[in-house]
């Protein structure tokens, strides 16, 4: 860190600080027409100074002056964006100290300095509308391994760039961002942000961001941004004992200085009751979504923002914490109704996507642990007899609040495929992901997943069977696209079929579902969707989950008529080793079965699921 002892002559390229009443609002750095005005919150500091290269660091060239409640602020002239700088702050007991700004939206790096930044950007013809929730079809990914051209380095946002078209391709209309914002290092899942307003250095900074939000867009692709606030660091985190306070040997003026704030990832939970800490995270969350345009939040770990423990156990709980995201998300809701907010919460409550006028948090949707942990268990369960077809009705049936869509369903993210897990491929067979049984079993997940109800979501490389388990040091091996090509056909059929691309198929769209066949002996389901229903909407999916073909399989179906087979997911050309199974359209038989009216006979193959409708009338 650059010294801050005052030279004997400070050299000045600008001139000295304005009077605080002529300053701009709003926080950290901000960038007019004749300079920078500064303006941070240190309640218990002495004395505070702007300090960087344009006055030798020396802190006595530009004083802060104190407004009120611990708000200190100055206005530079001559400034330009692009101005390295540092706070320098005297605290109660006479330390000296020299912080990142908290607001900073540019770093050199997360150990470096400040950078006074340019908000201003061409967004060119950007005319984006966000889809339905539910139509969207969600891919996450990781910036740095999504897609790194360059051995020596992560990956970019602007090497993302490059890999839209296939996401357009594939069908994918919304990407949700691990984590972007600046950490410690180079490589990180993003999960320790130590600075929550700068976008990582390596990923291209916010230029890079932005740049890549716009190509979305052109792709007609939503984006979406993890954001962590359940707590802050633990590295490079200037935000700690920011101003010299602190009680207990805790974090200071933006933590919680006693029991709660005990986290996983240390004593470095915000204080969520202190209005400058509730604003600082509110302002955090409306910049994405207001001047990056991002198109929606997700926030992680949110039960460890509602709840020390990230349990139910009530003696624990944060009611700060539960407030704060409930402001948020009315806010949020107020100003942009079209963009979507996701809780990771995975406790199955419902509270976190009711209204807050019903008490809830007011979260568009969440991700759902009802749905991935029984599917998962389905899919590598390895002897068929021990699979469970009650379990995955339940699953599949599972709703909040009495709406389909607020929940996200997925067999693969950031944290099922870590952490000691693996991808759904590699479980099934490990040291064998490309084999017959992980193709057949994870391409059956894959299509419930796309047809059950619910916003669907897959994680970086699925299409493709990426193999052994995520980690931010091996980047994604583009070579498997056309080594697997067939299979990433079966993704785009699917969610085209899920997207109603043909017209056939407007019931994965719609609300409902109806398990109406359990048959847990030969580990085969079959359920109905539907919107209004009728030709064209009514939707029949058929699985099976054992290893054991069926050449005339009947089940119930809702209408008379000739039922076509949309998709078959043991079709050779998604795979030269599956079976090509016969599984021709039928037509249905008048006659009770399965509480059904009419009934139908298919052929289904082993580890398949059909997809079945009927034409418009």
Not at 235 to 244: P, V
């Amino acid at each position: 860190m650059p010294s801050t002892s005052t030279p004997k002559q400070p050299r000045r390229t600008t001139q000295p600080a304005a009077p605080v009443a002529a300053l701009p609002t709003g926080m950290g750095a901000i960038l007019h027409d004749k300079g920078v005005a500064f303006r941070v919150w240190a309640p218990h500091a002495r004395a505070v100074a702007v300090v960087g290269p344009f006055n030798d660091w020396n802190p006595e060239a530009h004083p802060l002056q104190h407004e009120a409640d611990g708000y200190w602020a100055a206005d530079i002239p001559g400034l330009q964006a692009g101005t390295e700088y540092k706070f320098w702050l005297k605290g109660e007991n006479g330390q000296e100290l020299t912080r990142h700004d908290p607001y900073a939206r540019e770093v050199t790096h997360s150990a470096g300095n400040s950078v006074v930044h340019d908000p201003n950007f061409d967004w060119g013809d950007d005319h984006f509308e966000m889809p339905a929730w539910n139509e969207l079809v969600i891919y996450e990914l990781h910036v740095g391994t999504f897609y790194a051209p360059d051995p020596a380095r992560p990956g970019s946002f602007r090497d993302a760039i490059e890999k839209l078209g296939y996401l357009k391709d594939l069908g994918i209309n919304a990407v949700e961002i691990m984590p972007a914002t600046e950490f410690p290092g180079s490589l990180s899942w993003g999960y320790n942000p130590a600075h929550p307003y700068a976008i990582e250095t390596d990923y291209g900074g916010p230029l890079a961001f932005k740049e890549f939000i716009r190509a979305a867009h052109q792709h007609g692709i939503a984006v979406i941004l993890d954001v962590v606030y359940n707590h802050f660091g633990p590295g490079d985190l200037d935000l700690w004992q920011f101003d010299g306070w602190s009680e207990n040997d805790g974090g200071g003026i933006y933590f919680y200085n006693d029991w709660r704030a005990e986290t996983p990832w240390g004593h470095n939970r915000p204080d969520y009751g202190r209005p400058e800490v509730r604003q600082y995270i509110r302002d955090n969350a409306l910049l994405w979504l207001e001047e990056y345009r991002v198109d929606g939040l997700r926030a992680d770990a949110i039960a460890h923002i509602r709840n020390v423990d990230g349990t139910n156990d009530p003696a624990r709980d944060l009611p700060d914490g539960w407030s704060l995201m409930k402001w948020v998300n009315e806010e949020v809701h107020a100003r942009m109704p079209w963009k979507i907010t996701i809780a990771e919460d995975l406790l199955g409550n419902e509270y976190i996507t009711k209204t807050p006028g019903e008490g809830g948090q007011g979260f568009s949707t969440q991700w759902d642990s009802a749905f991935v942990y029984p599917v998962r268990e389905a899919l590598v369960t390895p002897n068929d007899q021990d699979r469970s077809m009650p379990a995955v009705a339940a699953a599949l049936t599972k709703v909040y609040n009495g709406e389909a869509f607020q929940r996200v369903i997925y067999t693969e993210s950031h944290d099922e495929v870590a952490n000691g897990k693996a991808r759904v491929t590699e479980e099934i067979m490990p040291g064998d992901a490309a084999s017959w049984f992980p193709k057949k079993r994870s391409t059956l997940g894959a299509a419930l997943v796309f047809t059950a109800p619910g916003i669907p979501m897959i994680f970086q490389g699925q299409p493709m069977l990426a193999d052994g388990s995520f980690s931010d040091d091996q980047p994604l091996d583009w070579a498997r696209e056309e080594q697997f090509a067939g299979l990433v056909h079966l993704y785009r059929d699917l969610i085209a079929l899920r997207r109603n691309y043909h017209g056939t198929t407007r019931g994965l769209l719609g609300q409902h579902i109806e398990v109406f066949h359990v048959n847990d002996d030969e580990k085969v389901l079959a359920f109905r969707r539907w919107d209004a229903g009728g030709p064209a909407d009514d939707t029949i999916v058929l699985c099976n989950f054992a290893d054991r073909g069926h050449d005339a399989y009947t089940i119930g179906l809702p209408a008379g008529g000739q039922w076509q087979v949309r998709f078959n997911s043991d079709w050779a050309g998604y795979d030269q080793e599956f079976g090509n199974f016969e599984s021709v359209g039928a037509e249905a038989e008048a006659g009770d079965y399965d509480g059904q009216p009419f009934a139908g006979t298919f052929g289904l193959a082993p580890y398949s699921v059909l997809i079945i409708s009927q034409d418009a009338e």
